[in-house]
């Protein structure tokens, strides 16, 4: 079956689903059982994971990526085939995305999916709060 949408009209429309990762989930329940303030997924330049709201009235924000889609130094590894797809679909578009987010006008953290599998990303976010709250 043909789309009845044109190629840039669907990716605009797909551009708009948001299906949570297990990852993202993981944060954001432990945040709920924590009580820690949080909107998931702000409408806002750069589109963050999640918005901290610490008790301050401070807002940080964090980035919660995949390992391969985000490229980790630790666990990024390219596929053997189709390495011109792999180069332009997954490493020169997290290029970009990274040289966009040094230019976004908040302060942010990105948690790494092996945080999020480890354990790490809780005392990175209390961490995070601890100081934030201090200052």
């Known amino acids: ?25 993981t944060v954001h329940e432990w945040l709920a059982e924590q009580q820690i303030k949080f909107v998931a997924y702000p409408k806002i330049e750069g589109r963050p994971d999640t918005e901290l709201i ?6 940080h924000n964090l980035f919660i990526d995949g390992c391969f889609w985000h490229c980790c130094p630790l666990h990024y590894k390219r596929p053997k085939s189709r390495q011109e797809f792999w180069i332009a679909h997954v490493e020169e578009s997290n290029a970009k995305r990274e040289e966009l987010r040094k230019k976004l006008p908040y302060s942010w953290t990105r948690i790494w999916e092996h945080d999020v599998k480890n354990g ?14 201090d200052d």
């Open 120 to 133: 790490k990303f809780r005392d990175i976010i209390s961490n995070l709060i601890r100081r934030f709250n």
């Open 1 to 25: 079956m043909t789309d009845v949408f044109n190629k840039e009209k669907r990716s605009k429309i797909m551009s708009k689903i948001h299906q949570p990762t297990k990852i993202e989930d």
């Open 54 to 59: 610490l008790d301050n009235g401070t807002r």
